[in-house]
């Protein structure tokens, strides 16, 4: 079993080499950043599924992400992820992560339920954490990871797909800085709206959004503003310190060439209206 994704322009690869039964999936949100790929992929993982887990060394633990989440310790060759299962907390997959954080060796437990007799695994298992652990990691010296909550960007998905617009998510997009130029990518996790789609373009402003009242109000948001705001709502990867620099680096690269501004919106579909009399935004996607 073989699973191509394309998220944020990065390739990313699951393969199980005994072609074990696949359970849920794919998922809705991932069909669109499924592809077929022959090419070496950016994030490689090779997926053993299992009785039982091997016994492996722990080194020092790097992050705990709490609440029975998952644990990265060093390793010999890199890093190791404990992944439980949420229910019972007992180890459910362990992976063996190269320092580039671009191989990846998993091992799964098989689903507990027998499905015609053959051994079965769920994918989505091992794309959340491990999967994004290692994306967050790995693009982190190059993008933002972003996605507010509560502050309507739902509402403005809805609104601006109402006027024909292309919305990539409307709830984690992907900065990244590609050929000198700053993109803004979809990504397979939505948000309530359920907007996920798999396509990018040049970011020509950022909006910091909040619910107003009465009328819609714009202002533009000095420096320092921005990245308080920013820094609040985005995955950073704080168990390694070179991308967290990057990262930092990279934001204030991002307020220096793009438009950032403040957006208070009353809750009225014109605010399609006002944002296009604004001439401020070139990329109708909510941020």
């Not at 849920?24 to 887990?53: R, Y």
């Not at 060796?105 to 794309?127: D, G, S, T």
């Not at 396509?199 to 009242?213: D, K, M």
Request: hydrophobic share 40%.
């Amino acid at each position: 079993m073989k699973i191509d994704l394309q998220i944020g322009r990065y390739g990313i690869r699951l393969q199980e080499a005994e072609n074990c039964v696949c359970l849920d999936w794919p998922l809705e949100p991932f069909v669109p950043f499924l592809t077929q790929a022959n090419d070496q992929p950016d994030i490689d993982f090779t997926v053993k599924v299992v009785n039982h887990l091997p016994e492996m060394t722990h080194g020092q633990l790097i992050f705990d992400a709490s609440h029975g989440l998952w644990k990265l310790y060093e390793a010999e060759s890199g890093f190791l992820l404990e992944s439980p299962n949420t229910h019972t907390l007992e180890s459910y997959s362990r992976a063996l992560i190269s320092r580039d954080f671009s191989r990846i060796e998993v091992w799964v437990r098989q689903h507990e339920a027998l499905w015609e007799q053959r051994v079965a695994w769920e994918p989505l298992k091992i794309i959340n954490p491990i999967m994004e652990v290692c994306l967050t990691t790995k693009l982190a010296r190059e993008w933002v990871f972003t996605g507010p909550s509560g502050a309507g960007k739902s509402t403005l998905s809805d609104w601006f797909t109402a006027r024909g617009a292309c919305v990539l998510s409307d709830e984690r997009l992907i900065l990244r800085k590609v050929a000198g130029e700053i993109l803004i990518c979809g990504t397979p996790w939505p948000g309530t709206g359920r907007q996920a789609n798999n396509r990018s373009g040049p970011l020509t402003a950022l909006y910091c959004i909040r619910h107003g009242e009465g009328t819609h109000a714009l202002r533009r948001l000095p420096a320092r503003n921005v990245s308080l705001f920013v820094l609040r709502q985005c995955f950073l990867p704080h168990w390694d310190r070179a991308a967290m620099g990057r990262s930092l680096a990279f934001l204030d690269e991002l307020i220096e060439r793009v438009g950032c501004f403040e957006l208070a919106f009353a809750k009225n579909p014109d605010i399609v209206d006002y944002l296009e009399e604004q001439r401020l935004a070139r990329t109708l996607v909510p941020s």
